[in-house]
């Protein structure tokens, strides 16, 4: 026998041939050589990081690698002040990043949980019961409804079978199994009827089977392995901060290298160089933005967390508000992932909209004709297994999905079924079947002994010979049934037909199928998994933000397509991409072409959205996925930012995730897009501030160098500078709200650098404004005869004032200044003040004083240096409205 062959397209014997196994089970021998040969039926752990290597991986970063330097230089040096400043800070970002950081990833351990079960199988003709995690391949299992599949299996017999896939697949229904089929080797997974897989429920029925792949070996396992070594993709931040960094480094290491040679040549001592070494790495590296970035993001994450949006990775704040593309699981994200009939159809093909949703009795029946609506409410409601009804304050129901759903429906209109069944008492009944396809209970109604039928169209239509219309019941129109029931498949419905009607039954007759015959066929009625209320607004909304959206889901490409339509995402059927075109894709080149092509993708197996990711990817997007099954634990894994549904969501899908969404909404994705570009807008306010301040300080220390002067700021100095009144302002700058346009502009291009043309131009005004004013006023006052530390003195103050004024210009890159009310960020204002006064504090402080080497100055001098200080909101105010005519194309006109 070839062993190529899957086993879905094999027939019972074949599978027990090949699998060294019979019926009456292996032997207790066999079965521990093989436990040895294929090992225990778990799944892999994924390697987890320990808190002292997440600590260490904090320093991982070009621009603490020059602080470090800096630090070193420093203390060979015995400059003490300089070096502790310069740890203090390090130590401290490693703590906050360390502390934000440290959770484990517990991927594979989640899956883990979904097979760790007993089970019953039969070794040697004996039914024993044992651990899961001793399953192997020839094992013969007895299953039961309501039990978890421990392993992939073929089955061997089945009773009534269905079973829930919808956390591999993604079919939102339950799927029936038959044991006796044969199946095409290509058949998708989410049709091999005649196999269980490892982590599905069995929803309904009874079965034996054998065990074919236990473990790594499982689908469930392939799907384990693919997230515990699949290499996690950078974070958008995390990308451009790295370009970012890399470019400050090489800056500075090659302003250093020019400045120490002009140094030297001016004849200054190498302790003297090192010391200008030292200022000049404390200047142009922003200390504060680790800190920033980290306190940034922290309060996008509690933001999020408002909205329904939690966060498990830090960096994932800004992922979201990056992402070009969102590919969106169907099942449980964009439905609420309970069928609900939504439409009753008349045989003469009258529609009648059933509103509301899920396990909800509330919404109406849109119906003109309420005796007819009454014959096809008792018919839903008598041949039902289902429970629905109250317990305390909510609404509760088992049972089958569909005699759920129908019971629901026939609530709506009044109809209960414990009261229905006190007016017309059961007398018998024929369960659901899926061999049969229908169910049918007889009933005493008014005296007459009645049948009521509801099951698959063409089983109830071989029942009726009448079928109701508003005028009364007619003879049936058989074709006009199977066209209208057709109609209703191809808008993604499932169909199902409601029949009734009088029966001749003997006392000493058994109720069956022979008695159903000459019914009247009342209604068909189209059931779905509908849509949440909000997920068309909020796919509108990510389109007027720029992003792309596409469904990806493991159902049926009519469904998924319905499903779409009504979405907004597709209005033609053809062209839905599904997993068995991709799989048939020629090359790498054709599956990226049709992923590309595609916003609704249908019948897609778990490794397949995988590969749609990629090809995103490969196409340059940055990718968000949404899903709540553990068939879509990859795709999580691999996109930019992976999005779990936190109510539905499987373990696994959760703990892969980046983000949470606790409502299960769609919509919540919005806000998290809108926190997400506010997070990354408040990093670049913090870069630009701390950047033009910084380079306002190269500045000022280049043009005294090429003077001649003195060093007009001690690295002492400098430090103060950047870390406690600049940092005091750039925290308080993280918490600034959102402008208001963040979802009207489109994504940022995932090429686009952190230093773009806007900010290089912003950064290059401000700091020669700064560094040039602040220049001329130590220039001068040396002139006048005052001492170096009295120039310095002022020449600090006059820094710090800037910083404060510039901390404003900061808060928007478009918005004047004066357009912007102070109050909504009222920690900015109250910082600004706040850092003012912490330096005045210092220059009476005789300790602090004399570690900075300042001391205090009379009114009109500070009056005189904030004059000065309003230089630099004028230059910016100027240069906004240059970039305002520039963007608007008055440029061009102009010409």
């Given at each position: 026998?070839?062993?190529?062959?899957?086993?879905?397209?094999?027939?019972?014997?074949?599978?027990?041939?090949?699998?060294?196994?019979?019926?009456?089970?292996?032997?207790?021998?066999?079965?521990?050589?093989?436990?040895?040969?294929?090992?225990?039926?778990?799944?892999?752990?994924?390697?987890?990081?320990?808190?002292?290597?997440?600590?260490?991986?904090?320093?991982?970063?070009?621009?603490?690698?020059?602080?470090?330097?800096?630090?070193?230089?420093?203390?060979?040096?015995?400059?003490?002040?300089?070096?502790?400043?310069?740890?203090?800070?390090?130590?401290?970002?490693?703590?906050?990043?360390?502390?934000?950081?440290?959770?484990?990833?517990?991927?594979?351990?989640?899956?883990?949980?979904?097979?760790?079960?007993?089970?019953?199988?039969?070794?040697?003709?004996?039914?024993?019961?044992?651990?899961?995690?001793?399953?192997?391949?020839?094992?013969?299992?007895?299953?039961?409804?309501?039990?978890?599949?421990?392993?992939?299996?073929?089955?061997?017999?089945?009773?009534?079978?269905?079973?829930?896939?919808?956390?591999?697949?993604?079919?939102?229904?339950?799927?029936?199994?038959?044991?006796?089929?044969?199946?095409?080797?290509?058949?998708?997974?989410?049709?091999?009827?005649?196999?269980?897989?490892?982590?599905?429920?069995?929803?309904?029925?009874?079965?034996?089977?054998?065990?074919?792949?236990?473990?790594?070996?499982?689908?469930?396992?392939?799907?384990?392995?693919?997230?515990?070594?699949?290499?996690?993709?950078?974070?958008?931040?995390?990308?451009?901060?790295?370009?970012?960094?890399?470019?400050?480094?090489?800056?500075?290491?090659?302003?250093?290298?020019?400045?120490?040679?002009?140094?030297?040549?001016?004849?200054?001592?190498?302790?003297?160089?090192?010391?200008?070494?030292?200022?000049?790495?404390?200047?142009?590296?922003?200390?504060?933005?680790?800190?920033?970035?980290?306190?940034?993001?922290?309060?996008?994450?509690?933001?999020?967390?408002?909205?329904?949006?939690?966060?498990?990775?830090?960096?994932?704040?800004?992922?979201?508000?990056?992402?070009?593309?969102?590919?969106?699981?169907?099942?449980?994200?964009?439905?609420?992932?309970?069928?609900?009939?939504?439409?009753?159809?008349?045989?003469?093909?009258?529609?009648?909209?059933?509103?509301?949703?899920?396990?909800?009795?509330?919404?109406?029946?849109?119906?003109?004709?309420?005796?007819?609506?009454?014959?096809?409410?008792?018919?839903?409601?008598?041949?039902?297994?289902?429970?629905?009804?109250?317990?305390?304050?909510?609404?509760?129901?088992?049972?089958?999905?569909?005699?759920?759903?129908?019971?629901?429906?026939?609530?709506?209109?009044?109809?209960?079924?414990?009261?229905?069944?006190?007016?017309?008492?059961?007398?018998?009944?024929?369960?659901?079947?899926?061999?049969?396809?229908?169910?049918?209970?007889?009933?005493?109604?008014?005296?007459?002994?009645?049948?009521?039928?509801?099951?698959?169209?063409e089983k109830i239509l071989s029942m009726c010979s009448q079928m109701a219309t508003q005028l009364g019941d007619v003879p049936l129109d058989a074709n006009r049934i199977e066209?209208?029931?057709?109609?209703?498949?191809?808008?993604?419905?499932?169909?199902?037909?409601?029949?009734?009607?009088?029966?001749?039954?003997?006392?000493?007759?058994?109720?069956?199928?022979?008695?159903?015959?000459?019914?009247?066929?009342?209604?068909?009625?189209?059931?779905?998994?509908?849509?949440?209320?909000?997920?068309?607004?909020?796919?509108?909304?990510?389109?007027?933000?720029?992003?792309?959206?596409?469904?990806?889901?493991?159902?049926?490409?009519?469904?998924?397509?319905?499903?779409?339509?009504?979405?907004?995402?597709?209005?033609?059927?053809?062209?839905?991409?599904?997993?068995?075109?991709?799989?048939?894709?020629?090359?790498?080149?054709?599956?990226?072409?049709?992923?590309?092509?595609?916003?609704?993708?249908?019948?897609?197996?778990?490794?397949?959205?995988?590969?749609?990711?990629?090809?995103?990817?490969?196409?340059?997007?940055?990718?968000?996925?949404?899903?709540?099954?553990?068939?879509?634990?990859?795709?999580?894994?691999?996109?930019?930012?992976?999005?779990?549904?936190?109510?539905?969501?499987?373990?696994?899908?959760?703990?892969?995730?980046?983000?949470?969404?606790?409502?299960?909404?769609?919509?919540?994705?919005?806000?998290?897009?809108?926190?997400?570009?506010?997070?990354?807008?408040?990093?670049?306010?913090?870069?630009?501030?701390?950047?033009?301040?910084?380079?306002?300080?190269?500045?000022?220390?280049?043009?005294?160098?090429?003077?001649?002067?003195?060093?007009?700021?001690?690295?002492?100095?400098?430090?103060?500078?950047?870390?406690?009144?600049?940092?005091?302002?750039?925290?308080?700058?993280?918490?600034?709200?959102?402008?208001?346009?963040?979802?009207?502009?489109?994504?940022?291009?995932?090429?686009?650098?952190?230093?773009?043309?806007?900010?290089?131009?912003?950064?290059?005004?401000?700091?020669?404004?700064?560094?040039?004013?602040?220049?001329?006023?130590?220039?001068?006052?040396?002139?006048?005869?005052?001492?170096?530390?009295?120039?310095?003195?002022?020449?600090?103050?006059?820094?710090?004032?800037?910083?404060?004024?510039?901390?404003?210009?900061?808060?928007?890159?478009?918005?004047?200044?004066?357009?912007?009310?102070?109050?909504?960020?009222?920690?900015?204002?109250?910082?600004?003040?706040?850092?003012?006064?912490?330096?005045?504090?210092?220059?009476?402080?005789?300790?602090?004083?004399?570690?900075?080497?300042?001391?205090?100055?009379?009114?009109?001098?500070?009056?005189?240096?904030?004059?000065?200080?309003?230089?630099?909101m004028l230059a910016m105010e100027l240069h906004k409205l240059y970039w305002t005519w520039y963007r608007s194309g008055s440029h061009r006109s102009a010409r």
């Amino acid at each position: 026998m070839n062993d190529s062959v899957p086993f879905h397209s094999l027939s019972v014997t074949q599978t027990l041939e090949r699998l060294k196994s019979s019926e009456h089970g292996l032997s207790q021998q066999q079965a521990a050589k093989r436990l040895q040969q294929y090992g225990h039926n778990r799944l892999p752990a994924g390697k987890k990081s320990g808190l002292l290597k997440i600590f260490l991986q904090q320093f991982k970063n070009p621009l603490i690698y020059v602080l470090l330097a800096a630090a070193v230089l420093s203390l060979s040096i015995a400059q003490w002040h300089d070096a502790a400043f310069i740890f203090a800070v390090l130590l401290i970002n490693a703590v906050i990043g360390t502390i934000q950081e440290f959770s484990a990833q517990h991927s594979a351990d989640a899956l883990q949980q979904m097979v760790t079960t007993m089970c019953r199988v039969l070794r040697q003709g004996e039914e024993l019961e044992i651990d899961a995690l001793s399953l192997v391949p020839g094992d013969i299992i007895l299953l039961e409804s309501g039990e978890r599949i421990p392993a992939d299996l073929r089955l061997l017999s089945s009773h009534n079978l269905e079973v829930s896939e919808a956390a591999l697949t993604g079919e939102s229904l339950p799927v029936r199994k038959n044991a006796s089929v044969q199946l095409e080797p290509n058949t998708p997974l989410a049709e091999r009827s005649n196999m269980l897989f490892a982590g599905t429920l069995l929803d309904r029925g009874r079965a034996t089977a054998v065990v074919v792949a236990t473990g790594i070996h499982t689908e469930l396992g392939s799907i384990a392995s693919v997230v515990t070594t699949e290499r996690l993709p950078q974070a958008p931040l995390l990308i451009r901060m790295q370009r970012f960094t890399h470019l400050i480094t090489l800056i500075v290491a090659a302003a250093a290298v020019l400045m120490a040679i002009a140094a030297l040549l001016q004849g200054m001592t190498p302790q003297q160089v090192f010391l200008l070494a030292v200022a000049l790495a404390v200047s142009a590296i922003p200390e504060g933005l680790p800190v920033a970035l980290t306190i940034a993001l922290s309060i996008g994450m509690r933001r999020m967390a408002k909205r329904n949006v939690i966060v498990r990775q830090l960096v994932a704040v800004e992922s979201l508000g990056s992402c070009t593309f969102i590919a969106t699981d169907k099942t449980g994200t964009l439905t609420i992932n309970q069928l609900t009939a939504r439409q009753i159809t008349l045989p003469s093909g009258q529609h009648w909209a059933v509103h509301g949703e899920g396990m909800s009795p509330e919404g109406e029946i849109e119906s003109d004709n309420g005796a007819l609506l009454d014959r096809i409410c008792v018919a839903a409601v008598l041949p039902n297994e289902g429970f629905f009804g109250r317990s305390g304050e909510q609404w509760v129901s088992h049972g089958d999905a569909v005699d759920v759903a129908f019971l629901v429906m026939a609530h709506k209109a009044g109809f209960i079924r414990a009261e229905l069944l006190n007016l017309y008492p059961e007398q018998a009944v024929i369960p659901f079947e899926s061999e049969q396809l229908f169910s049918a209970s007889l009933n005493r109604v008014d005296g007459v002994t009645t049948a009521f039928a509801k099951g698959a169209v063409e089983k109830i239509l071989s029942m009726c010979s009448q079928m109701a219309t508003q005028l009364g019941d007619v003879p049936l129109d058989a074709n006009r049934i199977e066209a209208v029931a057709g109609e209703m498949a191809q808008q993604g419905y499932r169909v199902l037909a409601l029949a009734s009607g009088e029966v001749s039954l003997q006392p000493q007759e058994v109720f069956s199928r022979e008695h159903l015959n000459g019914l009247v066929l009342l209604a068909l009625v189209g059931l779905i998994d509908p849509l949440r209320e909000q997920s068309r607004p909020a796919i509108a909304a990510c389109r007027s933000a720029g992003i792309e959206v596409a469904m990806v889901t493991g159902d049926h490409p009519l469904t998924a397509f319905a499903i779409a339509r009504e979405l907004g995402l597709e209005h033609d059927a053809s062209n839905v991409v599904t997993g068995l075109a991709l799989k048939q894709a020629a090359s790498q080149a054709d599956f990226d072409r049709q992923v590309g092509q595609g916003h609704v993708f249908a019948r897609v197996e778990p490794t397949q959205k995988l590969e749609i990711v990629r090809a995103l990817q490969r196409q340059g997007h940055f990718v968000a996925v949404t899903g709540d099954g553990a068939n879509d634990a990859p795709a999580l894994q691999a996109a930019e930012v992976g999005v779990a549904m936190g109510k539905s969501g499987t373990d696994v899908a959760r703990e892969t995730a980046k983000l949470i969404i606790t409502d299960d909404n769609f919509s919540s994705i919005v806000s998290g897009i809108e926190q997400g570009r506010v997070a990354y807008a408040n990093v670049r306010k913090v870069i630009f501030l701390l950047i033009s301040t910084g380079a306002a300080e190269i500045v000022l220390i280049s043009l005294a160098l090429l003077s001649g002067l003195p060093l007009p700021l001690l690295p002492v100095q400098l430090l103060w500078l950047n870390l406690v009144t600049n940092g005091i302002q750039h925290i308080a700058l993280t918490f600034e709200p959102a402008e208001g346009d963040e979802l009207s502009r489109p994504p940022r291009k995932p090429t686009e650098a952190i230093f773009n043309r806007l900010m290089i131009e912003r950064v290059l005004v401000s700091a020669l404004v700064i560094g040039l004013v602040s220049f001329l006023l130590f220039q001068s006052l040396l002139g006048q005869g005052y001492g170096v530390d009295e120039a310095r003195n002022a020449t600090l103050l006059l820094m710090v004032l800037f910083e404060n004024i510039h901390a404003f210009n900061s808060r928007s890159e478009s918005l004047s200044v004066f357009r912007h009310n102070p109050f909504r960020n009222g920690l900015l204002l109250a910082g600004a003040i706040a850092a003012q006064l912490i330096h005045i504090g210092a220059m009476y402080t005789p300790w602090l004083a004399q570690v900075l080497q300042i001391h205090p100055v009379s009114l009109a001098q500070w009056l005189q240096l904030l004059t000065l200080a309003f230089s630099v909101m004028l230059a910016m105010e100027l240069h906004k409205l240059y970039w305002t005519w520039y963007r608007s194309g008055s440029h061009r006109s102009a010409r």
